[in-house]
């Protein structure tokens, strides 16, 4: 909880999507195995949030799943390119895993390359795109991974 307002400063920075602090204490309290920070001598440099989900799989039509969705991921400019951001995606995804989630599933801006290409390497594949989904009418790439 005494990471929470350095989170909100980074999500501030690095991203066009805001939310309210309330949304970022209610995925701390509700999913905190799957919200993780990443620090750097002793400051924090990244995070990411997550929460747990029931609904229709993005796999398999018509069934149900217990799905892990990616809310929000961002590392500070100056500390990106260090793999920061994959070890966030590979924790978040292995917390969700143990929280008996089969899929976990994300939205990302379909022209962030470098993202989808770190999604991609990491087994996600885009399941759907979804026009219109930002503020500023930004496609979305809905991306997804099948958990054993």
Partial sequence: MEDLGKVISINLITLPEHYSDYFFEDLLKSSPESFIVAE?????????MCRIEYGFSNFKRFN????????SLAVLENHRGNRLGKSLIISAVNALKLK???EVYLEVRAT?????????????????VISGY???NEKANLMGI???
């Fill in 146 to 148: 099948q958990l054993t």
């Fill in 134 to 136: 930002y503020r500023d």
């Fill in 40 to 48: 750097k001598d002793d400051e924090i440099v990244g995070y990411i």
């Fill in 100 to 102: 008996g989630c089969n």
């Fill in 64 to 71: 149900l799943s217990r799905k892990g969705h990616i809310v």
């Fill in 112 to 128: 962030n390359d470098e993202a989808v290409a770190i999604y991609k390497q990491l087994g996600f594949k885009i399941t759907s």
